[in-house]
């Protein structure tokens, strides 16, 4: 049973600091696959997966229940939420200067991949702010990122693609 005293925006509180595994300065919150948490007889987290292959899900989830267990609750179900899909738009502002500052240039806002693959968006190095990048490959060290680099400063980055 949950305590009465439990609200949700504690428990909102709690599941901010949790991280995503595959870019550990980002949280679940920055990334904006947390939708909501609900209080019943059980906390249940809604999370909406960044696309369905995405093999960071499960580990995500386990990390929600692992972080409430830790504020002692022990009765956490998750609701994958599918609809509407998670998009990089989602990305909150912090979000996205946490991934500058860590040498990811940050997802072009309201973009597809289309726009990118027919080069009509200009990249700017997260480094020095150049826009004068070439894309190295379209697959980085993870599925959700392409290499680049900086023809400016030569300095090789990721870009978190667009969904």
């Given at each position: 049973m ?94 996205r ?32 702010e ?34």
């Amino acid at each position: 049973m949950v305590a009465i005293s439990l609200s949700r925006e504690q428990v909102l509180e709690w599941l901010s600091e949790v991280a995503d595994p595959e870019i550990p300065v980002l949280t679940i919150a920055d990334l904006g696959i947390l939708r909501d948490v609900k209080i019943a007889d059980e906390v249940i987290v809604e999370l909406t997966p960044t696309y369905s292959g995405c093999p960071a899900t499960e580990v995500i989830e386990q990390s929600v229940v692992d972080a409430l267990f830790r504020q002692g609750i022990e009765n956490v179900r998750i609701e994958r939420v599918l609809s509407p899909p998670w998009t990089t738009d989602w990305i909150s502002r912090e979000g996205r200067d946490k991934l500058r500052a860590y040498g990811i240039a940050p997802p072009a806002e309201g973009g597809s991949k289309r726009e990118l693959l027919h080069g009509t968006r200009t990249i700017a190095c997260p480094r020095c702010e150049s826009t004068d990048t070439v894309v190295v490959s379209e697959f980085g060290s993870t599925a959700c990122k392409a290499s680049y680099k900086c023809k400016a400063c030569l300095e090789p980055f990721e870009y978190f693609k667009c969904i």
